[in-house]
């Protein structure tokens, strides 16, 4: 069964302190990585999505990364509006897998 | 460019009781999907429709059914709601089953 692991649960910064999540997976095939943001109460944002290990993508602050069995979101010089939950998905290749399968979440707070 | 919509934001419904909840799809998109999400978690895979049948069921009991319509707009049904129910219930559209999915701002259930 696919599974998705994010450290740390949650993690607190300072403005302009660097940093990176991580989602460990396991799946039978990957045919996606995602990862979204959430702020409370609403429908989780898209950010990226990784298809091989190597691949990386970037959106302003953040940077997304993956290997073979995990991947790193890296904030760079966070602000006070960088501040969310942070989930990682995957997709599955084999058939019958397209549903995403979420990890719990990474809760980061930045501090003025 | 319309984004997911969904209907309505928030309901309260007392135990035993029937809800239904709406999705509209993102512009352009055939498929939709929709998913749990108690608090703390990351959202969890209820079922997908595509070409208005369901193609894919997470671990859901059969209280949980859906539809969807020629236009891609979407329904899901629970019956005989229990406390338990209570969640965020989020919609995801994509073009096709394969590629990145895009959230709604989702239904905030709570079950009473």
């Known amino acids: 069964e696919d599974q998705v692991t994010q450290s740390p649960e949650a993690l607190r910064l300072q403005e302009g302190e660097s940093s990176s999540l991580n989602c460990s997976y396991t799946?039978?095939?990957?045919?996606?990585l995602f990862w979204y943001r959430q702020d409370p109460g609403k429908g989780p944002e898209f950010l990226f999505t990784l298809y091989s290990a190597g691949e990386e993508k970037e959106k302003e602050r953040l940077k997304a990364t993956l290997t073979k069995k995990e991947s790193f979101l890296h904030i760079t010089a966070p602000k006070p509006e960088d501040s969310a939950t942070y989930l990682c998905?995957?997709?599955?290749?084999?058939?019958?897998?397209?549903?995403?399968?979420f990890g719990k979440g990474t809760k980061l707070t930045v501090n003025p | 460019d319309a984004g997911v919509t969904q209907s309505p934001t928030h309901l309260i419904k007392t135990r035993g009781q029937q809800v239904t909840l709406r999705c509209s799809p993102k512009?352009?998109?055939?498929?939709v999907s929709w998913y749990q999400q108690a608090l703390g978690q990351g959202p969890q895979f209820i079922f997908q429709y595509y070409e208005e049948e369901e193609r894919q069921r997470g671990n859901f009991p059969d209280r949980f059914s859906g539809h969807q319509f020629p236009n891609y707009s979407s329904e899901l049904n629970v019956n005989a709601l229990l406390l338990g129910d209570s969640a965020l219930y989020l919609c995801?559209?994509?073009?096709?089953?394969?590629?990145?999915?895009?959230f709604g701002p989702g239904t905030r259930l709570t079950v009473t």
């Open positions: 995801a559209s994509s073009f096709g089953r394969h590629y990145e999915q895009y």
């Open positions: 799946v039978s095939g990957l045919r996606g």
């Open positions: 998905a995957v997709q599955g290749a084999q058939g019958g897998s397209e549903k995403l399968v």
């Open positions: 512009s352009g998109h055939d498929t």
